[in-house]
């Protein structure tokens, strides 16, 4: 697959290019603003943005909610999200919804984890609760996507915890470094 160069609107203003020209980009499809099982994932992904900013990617993440609903649950995050509530950008890539995300028990786990670590800062009126827009039964997607506009990696995951670890991510990206 290839991804044809476009820029989007980021919600905390300004606009990511994909593919970038210079580096890879990390091309994320998370869920809804405020989810839990994403915050989860998202929180390993900022401990180590430096490191995969070292390795020459550039993370994107695309939520299907409104930029007004994703702000203030992503306003300290070092990367750029998008919102795409009418799930155009994930129709487009293929992006699925489907029961198996929140029924799959490996799944559990991380909604349990997730809840917990959010549960304080909304009661503290620090982070709103999430509102669900465009469903709870998405599917994480990972793309590993090259300046040229390549799709040379992905993820489709089978529930909503299973999305590349950062040293997935990044086992990725180093084998192109040294393709190249």
């Given at each position: 697959?290839?991804?044809?160069p ?9 606009t ?8 890879l ?5 998370r ?36 930029a ?44 349990v ?25 998405g599917?994480?997607?990972d ?17 909503a ?8 991510l990044?086992?990725h ?8």
């Open positions: 697959m290839k991804i044809s476009r820029e989007w609107d980021t919600v905390l203003g300004g990511v290019r994909v593919p970038d020209p210079q580096r980009v990390h091309l994320q499809f869920r809804f603003a405020g989810c839990p099982v994403c915050n989860l994932h998202l929180r390993s992904i900022v401990q180590r943005h430096d490191e995969i900013t070292a390795h020459g990617v550039t993370e994107v993440v695309v939520f299907h909610s409104s007004a609903e994703l702000r203030p649950h992503v306003a300290d995050l070092p990367f750029a999200v998008v919102g795409d509530p009418e799930k155009r950008l994930y129709v487009e890539f293929g992006v699925e919804s489907a029961p198996r995300s929140v029924l799959d028990p490996r799944a559990w786990g991380a909604m984890r997730g809840t917990v670590r959010d549960l304080g800062p909304v009661l503290r009126g620090r982070r709103p609760l999430p509102k669900v827009e465009g469903g709870r039964l599917l994480p997607v793309f590993l996507i090259a300046p040229d506009g390549t799709v040379v990696a992905e993820k489709r995951g089978q529930h915890y299973d999305q590349w670890s950062v040293a997935e990044l086992t990206a180093q084998a192109l470094t040294r393709q190249n």
